[in-house]
């Protein structure tokens, strides 16, 4: 699995936009970037994965961009419950279009959103 | 609909002991992974069970197995504890065939002393 590179912490204001950078700069042509986030004393929690598309669902938006080496999530109106430490990870789906295997976590990017 | 669930919560092992963690996958879902995740960490892949078998498998030492039982819940044994085994180990599950994320437990809380 490609590797992601994402900055080590990031502050935001409640009720503005959070925006969530990702560099995955070796990813191949049937690599998804996925976004998990972690809350403290939690197990990650899935958030939202895409290919090549933008993607939006209720938690999140992703964006990806054209050469697919960098993504952004964002987070539109973020609140107190946000604050977590956000996963960026980069995998394979099988030939199925199914997908089984490890999940490769980083450092992750912890977002810290203040009153 | 319950997640995963996974037990105990908190445990207490001696160094050399044998522990076994335990996790129940969400409903419908028939994959289970584990993973170790020590302070201050991103989690890391131990091993991956489908089908009752270990499908792959992290840098890890044989002291940890696994076992998937029939009705998709699944086991984590470790083997002659070390001090470094102390972590937070998570099990994930998803339905194989479907295309979205892992759901993962609030995992047990190993100390070993």
């Known amino acids: 699995d490609a590797k992601t590179t994402q900055p080590p912490s990031m502050d935001c204001a409640e009720g503005r936009a959070a925006n969530l950078p990702c560099n995955h700069s070796?990813?191949?042509?049937?690599?998804?970037v996925y976004w998990y986030r972690q809350i403290h004393s939690q197990g990650p929690q899935y958030i939202i994965h895409g290919l090549k598309n933008n993607e939006t669902n209720e938690m999140a938006s992703l964006i990806i961009t054209e050469d697919r080496k960098s993504s952004t999530l964002i987070l539109p109106h973020a609140t107190l419950r946000d604050t977590a430490v956000y996963y960026c990870i980069v995998r394979a789906l099988n030939a199925g279009g199914t997908s089984y295997g490890k999940l490769t976590f980083g450092q992750g990017t912890i977002l810290t959103v203040h009153p | 609909d319950a997640g995963v669930t996974q037990s105990p919560t908190h445990l207490i092992k001696t160094r050399g002991q044998q522990v076994t963690l335990r996790c129940s996958p969400k409903s419908g879902h028939d994959t289970v992974s584990w993973y170790q995740q020590a302070l201050g960490q991103g989690p890391q892949f131990i091993f991956q069970?489908?089908?009752?078998?270990?499908?792959q498998r992290g840098n890890f030492p044989d002291r940890f197995s696994g076992h998937q039982f029939p009705n998709y819940s699944s086991e984590l044994n470790v083997n002659a504890l070390l001090l470094g085994d102390s972590a937070l180990y998570l099990c994930a599950s998803r339905d194989t065939g479907a295309d979205y994320g892992y759901t993962f437990g609030s995992g047990t809380r190993l100390t070993v002393v």
């Open positions: 070796t990813i191949s042509g049937n690599e998804y």
């Open positions: 069970y489908y089908e009752e078998e270990e499908r």
